[in-house]
């Protein structure tokens, strides 16, 4: 009995990286692209992988940073996107940006000539059939709307198509514990029992007037046409539309000083504390809450280091509000990427929850072996949870912390979501090692920890 090939529907990063993993595995698979038959609000060209926001895959840096580590990690595997882009490099210093055009039609060219891939151009406007035994959605964040409507209908997660708020989320040890504590409101214990799962940044009465100021007066990101008629999620105000509602707004909100003692100055009461919770189970990671914004990254760093014991800080990701479509990722998908309640069905790309250009591609990466690896009658374990495209995985299948209202959130890779380990403190003269320099060569060790990590899930 001949088997069916593998499915996978959208050819933008995600999709034509899962496409050519399965392809170079030897498995027939059918690639489905609704353009140019149907077109999306932003895409110019009918090409694969088409870069429709920056032209960049950001830092090629490996020892030093995480999307670096993800570029090699996904050079070692075939990535057919990495290909692309550095056979299509553009000068932009330590990052990895392309030529738009070049690089697309580079991708578009090597799945339209494989001998394993069959291109089908039209919109899937349904659920997967269920003769479709071996299916892979990589539909993006302009998944159509008959197609995020039978999703929903099959998760019964309201997860698709809004505002998706974001908050920034900062690197625990860049937080300055000589300023900020750990206590909950009131002392009250969460549902593991612990009575100070958060981390408080106080603030006095100036402090918050010249911080309330600078919200209303910072840079603001634009909605885009096609974003503007999107409502907000659930109600969630962006942190500076709620400092316009009047100066007091934001103490009665998310930045009310009650339940709280300060045990650096307990006679002194704080007139707003800003809260940090544990956005992931290894507890690097901090999500400023209530924080989500459209002000302009840069406007960002300068306005959230105001606060006193963030002055310091390191940001994993910054705020943000945009239009979006992803899953709720850690309900829905076992290790596999599969849907737990439809294990045919595997979800790739931005659509599981990760952000940016190569996370996306690394998720189609992953999905493509794991799916030509069940075709082919084996069972492909996760990378290690020590390698960016391993961490990627756990984050977004059970790593992350829901917040009180059971929320997931997008995040890109860095290296908060690998599994830590302690830097070294002296350099090879044995001359001590200051902060900035000790958290450098840490980078630098858990990269090389990664990559061999990769290099032995290959082997075995």
Not at 42 to 63: I, K, M, P, Y
Not at 132 to 152: F, K, M
Not at 294 to 312: D, S, Y
């Amino acid at each position: 009995m001949t088997k069916q090939p593998i499915h996978v529907v959208g050819a933008g990063l995600a999709g034509s990286e899962a496409a050519w993993q399965i392809a170079q595995a030897g498995v027939p698979v059918i690639l489905h692209e609704m353009r140019p038959h149907r077109a999306t609000p932003v895409h110019q060209t009918s090409g694969f992988a088409e870069l429709v926001c920056s032209n960049s895959f950001r830092s090629d840096d490996w020892e030093y940073n995480a999307v670096g580590l993800l570029h090699a990690e996904m050079r070692r595997l075939d990535s057919a996107i990495l290909c692309a882009a550095d056979h299509h490099q553009v000068p932009a210093g330590g990052a990895l940006a392309v030529d738009r055009e070049g690089y697309s039609q580079a991708v578009t060219t090597a799945l339209r000539t494989h001998p394993n891939v069959t291109l089908v151009n039209e919109e899937l406007d349904r659920w997967p059939p269920q003769d479709w035994d071996n299916v892979i959605i990589a539909t993006g964040p302009l998944t159509s709307p008959a197609l995020s409507e039978a999703i929903l209908s099959q998760t019964g997660q309201d997860a698709l198509a809004f505002f998706d708020a974001i908050a920034p989320i900062i690197h625990a040890d860049s937080i300055n514990m000589d300023i900020a504590w750990r206590q909950s409101r009131y002392d009250k214990e969460g549902p593991g029992g612990d009575a100070a799962a958060y981390i408080n940044c106080p603030m006095d009465r100036d402090q918050y007037g010249a911080f309330i100021q600078a919200l209303i007066d910072g840079p603001k990101a634009e909605f885009r046409d096609w974003e503007k008629d999107t409502p907000y999620f659930d109600g969630c105000l962006p942190i500076e539309v709620m400092a316009e509602r009047g100066p007091e707004t934001l103490r009665y909100g998310p930045m009310k000083p009650v339940g709280l003692t300060n045990p650096h100055n307990p006679a002194v009461k704080a007139y707003a504390i800003v809260q940090l919770r544990q956005d992931n189970a290894l507890g690097t990671l901090f999500n400023m809450v209530g924080f989500q914004t459209k002000l302009k990254h840069g406007a960002q760093t300068e306005v959230f280091r105001m606060i006193p014991g963030l002055e310091n800080a390191q940001f994993a990701r910054l705020g943000g509000l945009h239009r979006n479509t992803f899953i709720q990722s850690p309900k829905l998908l076992d290790a596999q990427l599969r849907l737990t309640s439809q294990p045919r069905i595997r979800f790739a790309g931005q659509i599981t929850g990760v952000e940016g250009y190569v996370e996306s591609a690394a998720m189609g990466l992953m999905a493509g072996r794991f799916a030509a690896a069940q075709w082919l009658g084996a069972e492909l374990s996760p990378p290690p949870p020590h390698t960016a495209l391993g961490a990627l995985i756990a984050h977004v299948t059970g790593g992350h912390l829901a917040d009180d209202k059971g929320s997931f959130q997008p995040m890109n890779i860095n290296y908060g979501l690998l599994p830590p380990m302690e830097g070294p403190r002296h350099d090879a003269d044995g001359k001590r090692l200051k902060p900035p320099e000790r958290g450098r060569a840490k980078k630098r060790l858990m990269s090389q920890r990664a990559l061999e990590a990769l290099e032995s899930w290959v082997s075995s």
